[in-house]
């Protein structure tokens, strides 16, 4: 863009100015930059947009940049200022400064909940703003990436963006989304899909109890033996969190059953943690909801009476409104 022309008709344009006009906060900031097109024995620009200034003053050979990034806050900036120029043959010349800068929020981008499908390879995205495109690398063991994906976009703000990957050259155990807006600027999310159930032999309480007994110790030892050697194969790559989450038949009052799920599961929680697990340790009751053989109300049905100990780098999704409470 032609900003200022010398009088003399033989003269070169003398000075070029190239604007970054948007930035983002915590990602880039915007930027003024004044090009010389030719030596000049003086070279003045001042000026400031909000608390940034630019300012120098000195000679300046042909083809000089000088850039300044603007460090702003959220918001929109009118920058004024000035520039004056005098060459070295003698010509000069003085032109004003205006223009618009904004900064924008930091942007977002969120897992559409329960999109997340390793087997079938596939999770949906939502920005905020609209979207031009969005990244995927999947890290393996070691943190190798074994896999990736890039997917262009032209979704609004909001709008879910699905994302498909091919087959990965390994077990994903992390992987990093980042989500650009049409502006360029990128928001990023870091998922840790990797969880593994602990096969186990289940708990025996006695009715109406959350005690557990001397007999039923020994199948959480089985189970701790697990844990541990889950732990030796990913603890490097993974931070490593249990879950215990229990569930009761349908005999009984909903309400009392749902506590008394929510007691157990403390108690078998409880016990990994006395065992040695030194990794957070969190607990839920769903009671009746979720069941893992679907039966009527009052049906006393020993495969829904369990628990269901699952290691994971992230909170494994509840059913209904339960939720996790870290011991």
Not at 159 to 183: C, F, P
């Amino acid at each position: 863009m032609l900003l200022l022309a010398l009088a003399s008709a033989l003269a070169q344009d003398a000075i070029t100015l190239e604007y970054v006009k948007k930035g983002q906060v915590g990602t880039a900031k915007p930027s003024f930059t004044v090009i010389t097109n030719t030596d000049a024995s003086e070279l003045t620009v001042h000026g400031a947009c909000g608390s940034a200034r630019f300012d120098r003053s000195g000679p300046s050979s042909a083809k000089d940049r000088k850039t300044w990034e603007l460090d702003l806050g959220q918001g929109t900036y009118n920058c004024t200022g000035s520039i004056t120029i005098e060459t070295t043959d003698g010509e000069s010349g003085e032109m004003p400064l205006k223009f618009t800068v904004a900064v924008l929020p930091p942007m977002k981008m969120r897992l559409v909940p329960n999109s997340l499908d390793l087997p079938g390879r596939t999770l949906s995205v939502t920005l905020e703003r609209d979207a031009s495109r969005v990244e995927l690398s999947i890290f393996g063991p070691g943190g190798a990436e074994i896999g990736g994906a890039m997917t262009p976009s032209n979704a609004r703000g909001g709008e879910a963006i699905q994302v498909n990957w091919s087959q990965a050259n390994g077990e994903a155990l992390k992987m990093k989304l980042k989500g650009y807006d049409a502006d360029g600027f990128y928001a990023e999310l870091e998922l840790n899909p990797w969880k593994f159930s602990i096969p186990h032999e289940d708990v025996v309480f006695d009715s109406g109890s959350a005690v557990i007994g001397d007999a039923e110790i020994p199948k959480l030892q089985a189970a701790m033996i697990e844990v541990d050697n889950t732990l030796a194969k990913y603890g490097k790559d993974v931070v490593i969190k249990l879950y215990v989450d229990g569930h009761t038949d349908t005999v009984g009052d909903a309400g009392r059953n749902e506590t008394l799920s929510l007691e157990r599961a403390k108690s078998i929680a409880s016990w990994f943690k006395r065992a040695g697990f030194k990794g957070s340790t969190y607990y839920a009751g769903l009671g009746e909801r979720d069941p893992a053989v679907a039966t009527g109300d009052g049906v006393d049905e020993v495969r829904n009476r369990r628990a269901v100990y699952t290691l994971a780098a992230q909170a494994p999704e509840l059913a209904g409104a339960a939720s996790w409470t870290q011991l």
